[in-house]
């Protein structure tokens, strides 16, 4: 069965830390991996990878993939409290997008 | 203007009614989904439609009954709601081919 596994499951840090999250997969036929945040209510897009090695970043947000290891992961520098949120990976098994797979989640908490 | 809008927000009930929740997007995107949302975080796809022809149907009751009368509007209906559909459930589009979703704010499901 297709599944994506995050970690940690939650994450206390200090403002100004930096946060490592991880994400593996085991899926048949791998498409793509996404990243997500969601805060309150919807999750909103961060990144999308297909390629190992190639270094995805946005700000202080940064994110790689292995695909020989499986497994992906996001970086976040310099937290702020704003960064506070649930990261969720996800994984399209080469379906088109039709059914893409979602981890858990790890939720980060940032405190001032 | 919102890109993908869900309706109501909340929605509290009693076990054994009928309910709907409507979804629209102004994105002009030709694939919409719905997915729920446990109480751990998990998010789990239940259907996925790609020009108003249904693609993904993940292995879910009979009782939800998705209808899409157009690319830009995908609603869901739930007979005799049991405890176990109280869920966030999210509606979601994008285009196929490309990747990474616009989610709609979810549905807060609540059955009683």
């Known amino acids: ?112 | 203007d919102t890109a993908v809008s869900q309706t109501p927000k909340y929605l509290v009930t009693q076990m054994g009614n009928d309910k709907s929740i409507k979804c629209e997007q102004n994105l002009g995107h030709d694939t919409m989904y719905w997915y729920k949302q446990d109480s751990k975080k998990f998010l789990k796809i239940m259907f996925s439609y790609n020009n108003k022809e249904l693609i993904i149907n993940e292995t879910v009751p009979n009782r939800f009954s998705p209808k899409s009368p157009d690319k830009a509007h995908l609603n869901l209906h739930i007979n005799s709601l049991e405890l176990g559909d109280s869920a966030v459930y999210f509606c979601a589009s994008s285009n196929q081919g490309t990747y990474g979703y616009t989610f709609g704010s979810g549905t807060r499901l609540t059955v009683v």
């Open chain 1, 1 to 112: 069965e297709d599944k994506v596994v995050q970690s940690p499951l939650s994450l206390v840090v200090h403002e100004g830390d930096t946060v490592t999250l991880n994400c593996s997969y085991e899926v048949t036929n791998f498409r793509s991996l996404l990243w997500y945040k969601q805060e309150k209510k919807a999750p909103t897009f961060l990144f999308m990878l297909t390629s190992s090695g190639i270094e995805k970043k946005s700000g202080r947000l940064s994110s790689i993939l292995d695909k020989k290891e499986l497994f992906s992961i996001l970086n976040i520098t310099a937290t702020q409290t704003g960064d506070s949120a649930v990261y969720l990976c996800a994984v399209d098994p080469n379906t088109g997008g039709f059914k893409t797979i979602f981890g858990a989640g790890t939720r980060l908490f940032v405190k001032a």
